[in-house]
């Protein structure tokens, strides 16, 4: 009966942390973060429902967009095999993002890191070390894959090409906050459906020889 009462307890709290979670937004979600004792900046848009076992050991600047899948990990597990010595060892370290960073979608992110600002982590990478500000790293673990100027002046480049040229933007709005979102997202798909015309155009030649092999 006990172990009845305690299951039933665990699904209570799951429901009400459920519909905890359902008042937040990727961009309000902070609110929810602080009152677990995370340090959140402003501007932030944080995808990610948990920021770990440990959020009061997370310090996230301002302007930080953090993709889904991404785990955060304040504490050491390997130190299990030191319960011989001490049953009750444990390892923890705090995760610092500064201002102005991308974290990748299924990220992973160890204890004892500080991402400086204006960074990028690619996505799927494992950070294990520091890493510097305005760098872009990648891989498992995460290494420096290139600097953030190179990479301003790539991505201006190509959005001068790919923005829709009859996309429609209020002065004091931007992309994701017009009013017009949904025909802007629109008129891009009709837009970059044009720019990649080529690339993503059938093969007809190996259409032609799928099809004679089924035939």
């Not at 990990?73 to 390997?78: L, P």
């Not at 600002?117 to 510097?132: E, F, H, K, Q, Y």
């Not at 420096?144 to 100027?149: A, N, R, T, V």
Request: proline fraction near 5%; aromatic fraction near 8%.
């Amino acid at each position: 009966m006990k172990h009845l009462f305690k299951f039933i307890k665990d699904i209570i709290l799951k429901v009400r942390h459920l519909i905890e979670l359902r008042k937040y937004n990727s961009y309000t979600i902070a609110e929810y973060f602080r009152k677990q004792g995370a340090q959140i900046g402003n501007g932030c848009n944080i995808i990610p429902t948990s920021l770990g076992t440990e959020p009061y050991l997370v310090k996230i600047g301002n302007r930080v967009t953090i993709a889904s899948g991404v785990t955060f990990i304040t504490h050491d597990g390997g130190a299990w095999i030191l319960r011989d010595e001490d049953s009750n060892a444990q390892v923890f370290g705090p995760i610092i993002i500064e201002d102005n960073c991308v974290i990748g979608q299924n990220v992973i992110l160890f204890p004892n890191i500080r991402i400086g600002r204006n960074s990028i982590v690619g996505a799927g990478s494992v950070v294990i070390s520091d890493v510097p500000p305005n760098t872009i790293v990648m891989g498992v673990p995460a290494r420096p894959f290139g600097s953030i100027e190179k990479y301003r002046q790539k991505c201006i480049e190509r959005w001068r090409i790919q923005k829709p040229p009859d996309c429609i933007i209020e002065p004091d709005k931007d992309w994701w906050t017009s009013k017009h979102f949904a025909q802007n997202r629109e008129k891009l798909k009709n837009h970059l459906l044009k720019l990649f015309n080529k690339e993503l155009a059938l093969d007809t030649t190996e259409d032609t020889e799928n099809k004679k092999r089924s035939d």
